[in-house]
């Protein structure tokens, strides 16, 4: 049986918690450049796993708000801004659904994790419901291709990699997300990377504890896969190892000062 996305992060909340893909990244200083005129006292990170980026914000809001769905990811959050020193609060929730009054936050942010959520709209709904008037909503994420054929190539490894994968979204598609939820997009940066100079593929599924026929069935996609649709995807093959970039857009957008 397939595991729900809770459970397989529960079980590697630990792993997420030492990933140098998660903890550090240009992305997250990138994102912090764009919200640098934005008030920042009040942040709620959605799905954030062990805080990475929440703690980013360490210094800054007087107000850090985790949600998760996992709770080990919300325990690994709480060590880590406790071993840091940062006043945070955490709230078990799926991020379709979260149990906070509107218009709570000045940012709302999240960062590697939408492409789990089964209804992304009414994420992104949420995200937009408990961000102030005139605040700011923000998104790190896997990035889709335009390209079918890449596209299908990307989900497939993807899937192998994590089965609770659900889908790797185009700039398109993320940019009816938010002004479909009366955002009004002030920025989307496309083919972004999480690691500059990627990851070993092995690497990759430590993390994301891939069992090894999937691992195995991941390098025999990218073996017969031509060079075009490598380089088309970003993906670097190094004496005979690939090396996975970890592709990413940001998108940030501004909810309307009436509400």
């Known amino acids: 049986m397939i595991p729900s996305a809770r459970e397989h992060f529960d079980a590697i909340a630990g792993q997420y918690a030492a990933s140098e893909v998660h903890a550090n990244s240009p992305t997250i200083r990138r994102l912090h450049e764009l919200l640098a005129s934005q008030p920042l006292d009040s942040v709620c990170d959605m799905a954030c796993g062990p805080g990475h980026l929440a703690l980013s914000f360490a210094g800054k809001a007087a107000r850090i708000v985790g949600v998760d769905?996992?709770?080990?990811?919300?325990?690994?959050?709480?060590r880590l801004a406790k071993e840091r020193g940062v006043k945070v609060e955490t709230v078990h929730a799926y991020a379709e659904s979260v149990p906070l009054p509107s218009d709570s936050f000045e940012v709302v942010v999240s960062r590697l994790a939408p492409h789990?959520?089964?209804?992304?709209?009414?994420?992104?709904?949420?995200?937009a419901r408990l961000t102030e008037p005139g605040g700011g909503v923000a998104v790190i994420d896997l990035e889709g291709d335009e390209n079918p054929v890449l596209d299908e190539l990307n989900h497939k490894i993807e899937v192998l990699h994590d089965p609770s994968h659900v889908q790797s979204y185009t700039a398109a598609r993320w940019r009816d997300f938010f002004e479909g939820n009366g955002l009004a997009v002030e920025a989307l940066e496309s083919k972004q990377t999480e690691l500059p100079g990627g990851l070993t593929l092995?690497?990759?599924c430590e993390i994301g504890n891939t069992p090894p026929e999937a691992q195995s069935e991941i390098r025999?996609?990218?073996?017969?896969?031509?060079?075009?649709?490598?380089?088309?995807?970003?993906?670097?093959?190094?004496?005979?190892?690939f090396r996975i970039p970890v592709r990413t857009l940001i998108?940030?957008?501004?909810?309307?000062?009436?509400?």
């Open 69 to 78: 769905a996992a709770p080990n990811m919300l325990r690994q959050f709480e």
């Open 116 to 127: 789990h959520f089964r209804d992304v709209a009414k994420a992104i709904g949420e995200m």
């Open 220 to 241: 025999a996609l990218l073996a017969a896969a031509s060079r075009e649709h490598l380089t088309g995807l970003g993906i670097q093959q190094q004496s005979g190892a």
């Open 202 to 204: 092995q690497r990759w």
């Open 251 to 259: 998108m940030l957008g501004r909810k309307s000062q009436t509400g």
